[in-house]
């Protein structure tokens, strides 16, 4: 007996088209949050590259001759970046502005249409949200007051009282002083000079233990010297005519977290190199004429491992290209190549007011 064929009735039809509504409703929302976070990772590892870029750009700057001497703006558009300089891999944002600071600090404000981007001087971390209108454009916050010696002056075993010309009379070579530079990280000092309501005062240890060149080749040709001068004295000598440009970045990248310190412009005059001047540094090397004036102080070169065997000073030898000065560990100011990187390291001179 042949069975009747059965199809689905009008109600398993409507039961069926019912469940996929409900499966719809419930997948799209979904994967549209998907689709939409995804967007919205892409645009911000996009803008940490833009960041990254910025960042590079600050650190070629430092080692040109100048340095970096004012802020710069990069503005973006439909039609690239302006001005030029920026090296960025992958999109960039259709419109905003990023500022690289003088010191180093990046504020971003831009967007892509879908994604606006956003960063303070402060923050570590871009913020992003969904619209394309550009957000209020970050402000730098209020530079803190300068902090004086004796706001700064703590007591420890090194200095176990504040000397009475942190804040009045002359503070004599070789007085101690204990320095909060940063929040919680304090630092042994001497006075090398006070003059002028300004007290210069030398760490009584090199920065760290490492050893570091006055001024390598690579950065001797980025600060426009080329291969004949380098080796001008004989094959690899190394030329001083640019100036301790190593030696000065490694200080200056070891000591910028000294937030107490407050930055200043440097001016750093030598008869061979001329005039350099380091913008927004928290600390500097002595001078050949002050690491004379106190190498006989037992203070001035002590604490020093084996290598590294003394310090550099800002100081060129005038008559020898590939020469500059330095403090050995045994009291003495001498000269070494500038080229080399296992001997000596660097000391930090800061200069607070009372």
Known sequence: MKSKRRGFTLIELLAVIVILAIIALIAVPVIMNIISS?????????????????ELYYA???????????????TFSEDGVSPSGLSIKGSLPTSGTMTIT???????NATDGTYTATKDEISTEINVVKGGELEETPTTPETPAVKTL?????????????????????????????????????????VVSDASNKVTLIMDKNVDENTVAWITKSDYLTAG????EWDTECDEC???NKGPITAL??????????????????????????????????????????????????????????P???????????????????????????????????????????????
Do not use: H
């Open 249 to 306: 970045n490694y200080l200056e990248s070891q000591t910028s977290g000294w937030t107490n310190i407050a930055p200043q412009d440097y001016t750093l005059t030598d008869s061979k190199y001329g005039t350099i001047t380091r913008t927004n540094a928290r600390a500097r090397m002595l001078t050949e004429t002050e690491a004379n004036a106190i190498s006989s102080n037992d203070w001035s070169y002590g604490n020093l491992a084996m």
């Open 102 to 108: 003088k010191d180093g600090k990046i504020l971003l």
């Open 238 to 240: 190394g030329n001083n």
């Open 308 to 354: 590294p065997y003394g310090y550099w000073t800002s100081s060129a030898v005038a008559g020898i290209a590939g020469s500059a000065w330095f403090v050995y560990g045994v009291g003495s100011v001498d000269s070494g190549s500038v080229d080399i990187d296992g001997g000596y390291g660097v000391r930090p001179v800061i200069e607070i007011s009372k």
């Open 150 to 190: 004796s706001e700064l002056a703590r007591t420890n075993d090194f200095a176990t009282s504040v000397d009475a010309c942190a804040t009045s009379g002359t503070c004599v070579a070789g007085t101690k002083f204990a320095i909060e530079v940063a929040p919680g990280d304090i630092q042994n000092f001497y």
């Open 225 to 228: 010297g080329t291969e004949a």
């Open 38 to 54: 995804a967007r919205e990772n892409a645009f911000k590892d996009t803008m940490y590259g833009v960041i990254k870029a910025g």
């Open 60 to 74: 070629e700057q430092l080692l040109t001759a100048d340095g970096m001497t004012e802020d710069v703006t990069f």
